[in-house]
């Protein structure tokens, strides 16, 4: 069965410092990557999603994720994060050609203004 | 709506009994999801709506958990005989269905607390 990985549960940062969130995923065929937040009290959102080319996709509010297959890694970067940013996120994974997504446990993120 | 709306937003009931979970989907989206998210984890599948069927009910725990959506729009999750263990919040997420894997958009989720 895949599974999807967040080894980081909890993250605490001040403002303005870099964020690295990783993903792992354990399907070794096609496979299509997301990222999800849910800010305090709202609900789940897409934050950016990787289907095929361009390795590094963009997302909103400056988020940015890097596929790299042969680490079945798909990680979530932002350069210098703010207070707004605080929130869960949740790295998601499709199998080729499934509707179905498997949700990694999510990573709770604190930022300090 | 503009959202998918679910209700209630919290149920408290007791061990042993009925309770139903509604979901209304984005108008036009032809494909629903419900999920079940435990305190600390991420969103688990329980079954896939395609139209009025269930394409996929493979993440149902067990037989006490149904799901309908007769006219392809709104949606019950029901759960008989509640155990404390069914205690989660329930999501329900919906898309457009015109092709696997795309953006799905979620609800705020039912609270359910079984005691």
Not at chain 2, 35 to 48: A, H, N, T, V
Request: charged letters at 20%; glycine letters at 10%; a neutral charge.
């Amino acid at each position: 069965a895949q599974s999807v990985s967040q080894h980081n549960h909890h993250v605490i940062l001040s403002e303005a410092a870099s964020l690295e969130l990783g993903c792992n995923y354990s399907y070794g065929g096609t496979v299509n990557l997301f990222w999800y937040v849910q800010y305090p009290g709202q609900h789940l959102q897409l934050l950016l999603k990787y289907f095929s080319g361009d390795p590094l996709v963009k997302g909103i509010k400056g988020f940015e994720a890097e596929f790299i297959k042969s680490k079945f890694s798909f990680n979530l970067r932002k350069p210098s994060v703010q207070w707004s940013d605080t929130a869960e996120y949740f790295c998601a994974a499709f199998r080729g050609g499934s509707y179905i997504p498997t949700f990694g446990r999510g990573t709770s993120l604190i930022v300090h203004p | 709506g503009a959202g998918v709306s679910q209700t209630p937003s919290n149920k408290v009931t007791e061990k042993g009994k009925y309770v139903e979970l509604r979901c209304d989907p984005i108008s036009g989206h032809t494909a629903l999801y419900w999920y079940r998210q435990s305190l600390g984890q991420g969103p688990e599948f329980l079954i896939y709506f395609q139209g009025t069927g269930a394409a996929d009910d493979s993440g149902l725990p067990n037989d006490r958990f149904f799901a309908v959506r007769p006219e392809g729009s709104v949606s019950t999750l029901k759960i008989q005989r509640t155990e404390r263990g069914d205690s989660a919040v329930y999501l329900c997420a919906s898309s457009f269905g015109d092709r696997d894997q795309e953006t799905q958009y979620f609800g705020p989720g039912t609270r359910l607390l079984v005691l």
